[in-house]
Nanobody, 115 residues
Framework: VQLQAFGGGLVQAGGSLRLSCVAS????????MGWYRQAPGKQRELVAV???????NYADSVKGRFTISRDNAKNTVYLQMSSLKPGDTAVYYC??????????WGQGTQVTVSS
């Protein structure tokens, strides 16, 4: 199983980035997909999830600024991030959870927001 995340980088506050995560080795449409992040010295936290049925859930800190979506035909989950803040700086990880509970993580992509 591989979850390859792309799209991180350095952006100024107020800017936008789109993260992509391409999954292989799993039946993508049967997995709930999510993005998590971990800032230095902090625990990993949930950013957003999209269920296999398409319902979404967001951390309060990103509601109205981030949008998660999935393309089952491309085995890809996206995270569109807008109005970025320095507090969004973190390593962002892609996550896949199977119906039977197996849990997979990608390698992470760095997002740095400068003030």
């Amino acid at each position: 199983v591989q979850l390859q995340a792309f799209g991180g980088g350095l952006v100024q506050a107020g800017g936008s980035l789109r993260l992509s995560c391409v999954a292989s080795g799993i039946t993508f449409r049967t997995h709930d997909m999510g993005w998590y992040r971990q800032a230095p010295g902090k625990q990993r936290e949930l950013v957003a999830v999209v269920s296999r049925g398409g319902s979404t859930n967001y951390a309060d800190s990103v509601k109205g600024r981030f949008t998660i979506s999935r393309d089952n035909a491309k085995n890809t989950v996206y995270l569109q991030m807008s109005s970025l803040k320095p507090g969004d700086t973190a390593v962002y990880y892609c996550n896949a959870v199977a119906i039977f509970g197996a849990n997979y993580w990608g390698q992470g992509t760095q997002v740095t927001v400068s003030s």
